[in-house]
């Protein structure tokens, strides 16, 4: 079984900034991309950004130099830095990575979603 543990949401200020990581566990053999997702309510899920296991990068247009991700391979972690935070940044937060479980085929998993508000 694999598990994607999301933390570091909340509420914060318009122009503040938060940290979110997500650490997969379990029966693992190897993670391959790992990336952030997040749907605000009434609109489609979009790609905020994704990370290969060598570290190539790809953002969504909307955080382009706002936010950064990163990663830990040896702790299959992801984070995500977020900077000069917009009301339109509020969305429920997911996390996913393409594992390979020991004995299993490759397949993708999803968190269970963080929730970032961006309010005064």
């Known amino acids: 079984q694999v598990q994607l543990v999301e933390s570091g949401g909340g509420l914060v200020q318009p122009g503040g900034s938060l940290r979110l990581s997500c650490a997969a566990s379990?029966?693992?053999?190897?993670?391959?991309?790992m990336g952030w997702y997040r749907q605000a309510p009434g609109k489609p899920r979009e790609l905020v950004a994704t990370i290969s296991r060598d570290g190539n990068i790809n953002y969504g247009e909307s955080v382009k130099g706002r936010f950064t991700v990163s990663r830990d391979n040896a702790k299959n972690t992801i984070y995500l830095q977020m900077n000069s935070l917009k009301r339109e940044d509020t969305a429920v937060y997911s996390c996913?990575?393409?594992?390979?479980?020991?004995?299993?085929?490759?397949?993708?998993?999803w968190g269970q979603g963080t929730q970032v508000t961006v309010s005064s």
């Open positions: 379990g029966s693992i053999f190897s993670v391959s991309v």
């Open positions: 996913n990575a393409g594992i390979t479980r020991v004995g299993r085929p490759y397949n993708t998993y």
